[in-house]
């Protein structure tokens, strides 16, 4: 057996215990690279994926290796960078697994990622990581997914059109293509569509200039359900806007599924026909508001379980409190703790997290902006009081906000209670 067709065998065993997303993601780019009696030697493209691999999986990959050769009792890693290479002879092409094992099969073509489901059918860059059941539900967003939930389980019914709109970062693409995914799942025959408007605006430029606008007009107008992202991206596009009109009506006509998202709600658009805005507020129109501090958590915590990694809870508690309105800012700093800890070897604690979102406040301000991520008073202000106050005592900033209490320690942490009270206003109970 060669080495490749060991390594593919080692794959399909480990494969089934762990969750698809994060097996294609670690072991899209590796092979073998030497195998010598009893001793396996597994290349890995970057010193963060050999670090992150030998971290999760050692074991898993010993015991599927095991599986499949009884002589084999040792495994080493090493960085082998030709392994990122599209044609490198080492590895083995991850969609030739899912091929053979899945229903679903995923694809990346030139980066984008298409979803295949039973026939064959193809849904247009709809990505297995959004799902209806990995969507933290809480109070600000139910009504969106349950709206969502609805259409996919009855598409072109009441629910049609499904208009969502929010802020940046909220979740509106993941609702999206998680109602794509449904449709799919419960009927594998469905021609689901998703696009952003910046997508349809330039693919409707490109049929006018190779004059293919009728190929263009069947190929959208003919789907079980259209999904358009981000419409705002339409604001006094006349050619867009009139082609997104008549394909809006051939499939409302014909009692097919349209999804649509936007920043704010239909009467708010600017730069929209009239006959367009109407159609957008003719289903059903939600919106998803900022989640509150449980629905924060929550999603900390299932996005640190998704990928595996231990946390502390008080640090997830931390992210939580501080980053108040947007999701996607929240993920962007649980990565970057998850990131900076693994390449530094350190374990997470409120202070790796003070420091990330110190630095994220000063990026902003280069930029013009007030606070970080958009709370209404920028914690990192309150961070400030927090890292000079312990600066100036000579003490942690962690010792500061910590359960110690002893007088080296109680004297400054009343300081900083005093200079937050008075320079911010909060209240007790948030300073507490």
């Known amino acids: 057996m060669s080495n490749k067709d060991l390594w593919k065998q080692i794959l399909m065993r480990l494969k089934p215990t762990m969750k698809l997303p994060s097996f294609m993601t670690w072991f899209a780019d590796t092979g073998i690279l030497e195998k010598n009696e009893n001793k396996l030697t597994i290349g890995l493209p970057t010193p963060f994926a050999k670090k992150w691999v030998m971290d999760k999986y050692r074991i898993k990959i010993l015991q599927a290796a095991q599986e499949v050769d009884e002589s084999i009792t040792e ?18 092409p991850i969609k030739s697994l899912l091929a053979e094992t899945d229903e679903k099969k995923v694809r990346k073509v030139r980066g984008k990622n298409e979803v295949h489901l039973g026939s064959g059918v193809t849904s247009r860059k709809l990505s297995i990581r959004y799902s209806l059941d990995n969507f933290v539900v809480g109070k600000d967003n139910k009504l969106a997914h349950a709206a969502c939930l609805a259409a996919a389980n009855m598409p072109g019914g009441i629910y ?5 709109f929010s802020g940046v970062g909220l979740g509106k693409t993941h609702l999206l293509q998680a109602a794509g995914l449904e449709i799919l799942k419960n009927n594998p025959d469905s021609r689901v569509v998703y696009m952003t408007a910046e997508q349809f605006t330039n693919e409707i430029i490109e049929a006018i200039g190779k004059r293919r606008t009728k190929q263009f007009k069947d190929k959208y107008r003919t789907v079980d359900c259209f999904i358009l992202d981000d419409i705002q991206f339409l604001e006094n596009k006349d050619m867009s806007q009139m082609e997104f009109f008549h394909t809006f009506n051939d ?39 900022p989640p509150d501090y449980e629905t924060r958590l929550a999603i900390l915590h299932q996005r640190a379980r998704d990928l595996q990694f231990m946390i502390d809870p008080e640090v997830l508690e931390f992210i939580a409190f501080h980053i108040e309105k947007n999701v996607r800012d929240l993920i962007g700093v649980l990565m970057q703790v998850i990131s900076q800890s693994s390449l530094n070897d350190i374990k997470p604690d409120i202070s790796l997290v003070s420091d990330i979102l110190e630095k994220q406040h000063k990026i902003q301000e280069i930029h013009g902006k007030k606070h970080f991520a958009a709370s209404t008073i920028s914690p990192c202000t309150m961070q400030k009081i927090i890292n000079t106050t312990a600066h100036y005592f000579n003490i942690s900033a962690n010792d500061l906000i910590g359960p110690i209490r002893k007088k080296e320690i109680l004297t400054p942490r009343q300081i900083c209670m005093y200079l937050i009270r008075r320079e911010l206003d909060h209240s007790y109970e948030k300073i507490g």
Do not use: A
């Open 75 to 92: 495994i080493t890693y090493e960085v082998h960078s030709s392994l990122t290479h599209e044609d490198s002879p080492l590895k083995v």
């Open 160 to 164: 049609n059109p499904l208009y969502v």
């Open 251 to 289: 499939l409302y006509e014909n009692n097919k599924q349209l999804i649509l998202s936007s920043d704010s709600p239909p009467r708010d658009l600017n730069g929209f026909k009239e006959r367009l805005r109407g159609r957008f507020g003719m289903g059903t129109v939600v919106e998803i508001l």
